[in-house]
Every structure is written in structure tokens, then in C-alpha cells.
């Protein structure tokens, strides 16, 4: 109960601290917004603040925080130091400079960023890696709450019925103006979001006892001895570090009024995702008892889990609460998912968005992408865990490079060359976390964990080296312009 009474308080701390370095290593300014420069009334719409951090914070939570954070607790309370450190350095600064950047370049996706900070060919990489993500994350949230509605309405109604359904809906919310579907609904969801976790831990914390909160521990707790590193650095994502986010930040970078109002949006958002990835977490641990329990519940699928949990503390209030949190949260993440993915594909082809025709040509097949693959997970077993496995390696990668490009840009552009250190230190971090997974893992080359550590932190080395090598050089090209000629 301390430790995560202490970890919300370092998190508010780190919003408050952290986040205002951050922000003035990037200096924001008055410059016109995209919102405000561009209001092309489709995708560049300006947006209140309040409503901007609340449909960002939905953007890029849905479920994740939510099913990654009781995955993650399976490996024991040390998930708190991931969700809590990882989001104060690493996840909140990669979502704030992915949007801030963003917004520096007419609202460029992170794909364009790539090719504009670290070369050509990284932004054709980062294109095909970034649509194929965003594709593998929309049929990650049409499979889970697909399953759920499955089972609480009639036979006729299955699991590809609700697909249809929800892919129909997808359409719509990718289709229309951002501020006629998800700047009137994201903004009241994403309070949903809120609640759902404040009155679950609430339920849990006054529970007279019955359910008893762990302390912090540095043990791993995996009941099948999963090692810590990699794995609960993959598994944790939304709630601690996201490639995703870099997806979902430069779609508000083109809403937000003032790159003043950044902080609060991107910053703040991750920071908050962070607080409700520590509640269910907690919550995972204390109300099965044991991480074996847990790890045994959650093979029934997340959606069961988050249902056990909030009928078994709050009743029948709580059931209501947890299907429609499960069943909105990541629809409306989703559909953004899309979203991002056509913005994305829109830019590489030169197809401007604001005709109607233009973004249906890139809608439609992206949809029946998701569709068939929406088919291969209702109609395998273990589908829904294969593309999870997928997601989640390309979502950590991503980040990294997210996290690169952020680095490369303060190299070039910001006013503190060694303020790059502020994202360089996480990229490094993050090259380790995805370089030694993909090498050890099942769905990976299958090496040995010895090999897989010597070659993830070796990758990370060399691509600090060269990093430190590039911040000699801008120092010095910076220290020569300034010197004042005859």
C-alpha cells in the first residue's frame, strides 16, 4: 500500500519536475500551430486544451495500460519501478517530443520525422513499420472487446458479428472530421477511463482488509521464471514507454492552440495513463493473491480478468463499469489506430486529406487489412496472442526509434545541445529492451539469453557511441558559428 502510495506521488512529481525540464529543453514559443496555420477542418481543427489532453489520453490508452499492467504484474510488484520510472524518463518526454516536433513540422507523422532526422531510408522503413503497427493495433482492440460483447448477448451475435460491427464504426471515426466524432465522445470516455481506475483501487484500498496491496520488490515473481529483462519491458507498454504514442501524438499536434499547452497535453496525458497502469496492477496482484493466480486467470483472456476484478470488488456497479470500459476504451483507440494510418499512408502517397474521395482510396483497405486479420484471431485459438506478441515487440522498437529521432532533432535544432541526453538515454535504453528481445524470443531468432544480453547491450553501446560522437560535433559547430566574423 506504501509503495504505491509513494509511486503516484513520484509520478505527480515527475509531471511537475521532470516534465517542466523537458519542456524547456524543447522551448516552446508563439509560433502558429497547425491548428491555427493550416484548419483544414478535417485533421488540422483547433481544440480546447482540457478536451485535446483527454481525447490524447484516450488516443493512447484504451486497454493498453489496462491488460499490459496486469500482464506486467505477473512478474510481481517490481512492475511499479517499470510503470513509474519508465513513463517519468522515457514514455512521457518520447510522447511530448513526438507531438512537439510534430507540430514544428505542419503535423508530420513520426514516419516523415524519421526520414527528415535520421535519412531517407529510415523514413521508407518507418512508413511500412509504422502502417504495419497501427494495422496490428486496431485488430488488437476489435478482437478484445469483440469477445466480450460476445458473451453477453445472444448467439447470434458472435464474435464476427460485433467485428463487423466495430469495423463499421472504425470506418465512420477514421472518415469524418477529427472534432465531429472523437473531439464530442473521446473527451467522455477518457473520464471513464479515469473513473474506472479510481474507484477500483478505490474499492481495493477500503475493502476492510480483504485484499491486501504488495510492497515494493526488486524479486521476480514470474511463476514460469520469465525473465524480468527483456520481458516485462516488452509486456508493460502503454503504461511506461510506447512506440504507439508516436503515432497518436502528432494527430493532437495538429489540434492543440499553443505549443504551451503541450505539456499539459502530452506530457500530462502519458503521466496520467502511467497512474492507471500502477492501479491495475496493483489491483491484479492484491485481488488474486498471488502472481501464479494471476498468470492462470489472465490465460482465460484480459477482458475476463478486468471483469473478475471489478465485479469482485464494486458488484454489479462494477460489472457495468468494466464492460463498458472494456468495450470502449479500446474501440477508441482503435479507430484512431486507423486514423494515424491513413494520415500516415496519406503523406507517402501525396494525397491530400481533406477530399472525401482521397481518404476513402486509403480507408477502405486498411479496414479489410484489419478485417482479415480481425478472421485469423477469432478463428485461431491463440490468435489474439500471436498478434499481441507482434504488437508489442514493434511497439517497443518503435519507440526507440521515436525516441532517436526526438534525440536527433535537439542535435540539430534545440536551443541546449546537451539537453539531447534527456532522449538519447532512453533510446539507448529502449535499442537494449527491443534489440535483446527479438534475438531471445519465441517469436524471434530464439538465441541464447547470454548471447541475446551481450548483443542488446552492445547494440545500445554502439548507437550511444555514435550519438556522443554527433553531440561532440554539434557543440563544436555551434561554438564556430558563434564566434563573431571580421
Known sequence: MISLLISLAVLLIGYLVYGKVTEKIFSPDDRPTPAVAIND?????PMKTWKAFLVQ????????????????????????????????????VHDYMSGMISSRH???????????????????????????LLVLCGTVFVTSPAGLLEKLTPDWMNGTFWAVVILAYYLLATLLPIDKLIGKLYPVFGVLLIVM???VIGGIIFSGGKYTIPELSLQNLHPQGTPIWPY??????????????????PMIAKCITSEKKGRAVFYGAMISESVIALVWAAAGVSFYGTTQLLNEALKTGGSNVVYEISTGVLGVFGGVLAIAGVVVCPITSGDTAFRSARLILGETFKLEQKKIKNRLIITIPLLVAGGLLTWFAIANRNGFEIIWRYFSWSNQTLAMIALWVATSYLLKKGKYRFGSLITAFPAAFMTAVSITYLLMADEGFRLSQTISYIAGAAAAAILF??????????????????????
Request: with cysteine.
Open 232 to 249: 516485462m519491458f516488452i509486456t508493460v507498454a502503454c503504461g511506461a514507454v510506447s512506440g504507439f504514442h508516436a503515432t497518436q501524438s
Open 106 to 132: 505542419e503535423g508530420a507523422s513520426i514516419a516523415e520525422l524519421s526520414g527528415t532526422y535520421l535519412g531517407k531510408a529510415v523514413k521508407w522503413i518507418m512508413r511500412v513499420f509504422s502502417v504495419v
Open 57 to 92: 489520453l484516450l488516443n493512447i490508452a484504451g486497454t493498453g495500460p489496462i491488460f499490459g499492467a496486469l500482464m506486467g504484474a505477473v512478474f510481481g510488484p517490481v512492475v511499479f519501478l517499470w510503470i513509474v520510472f519508465g513513463s517519468i524518463l522515457g514514455g512521457a
Open 41 to 45: 477542418g478535417v485533421d488540422c481543427v
Open 465 to 486: 557511441v555514435i550519438y556522443i560522437v554527433a553531440l561532440v560535433r554539434s557543440l563544436r559547430n555551434k561554438s564556430q558559428s558563434s564566434v563573431p566574423t571580421a
Open 197 to 199: 481506475a479510481a474507484v
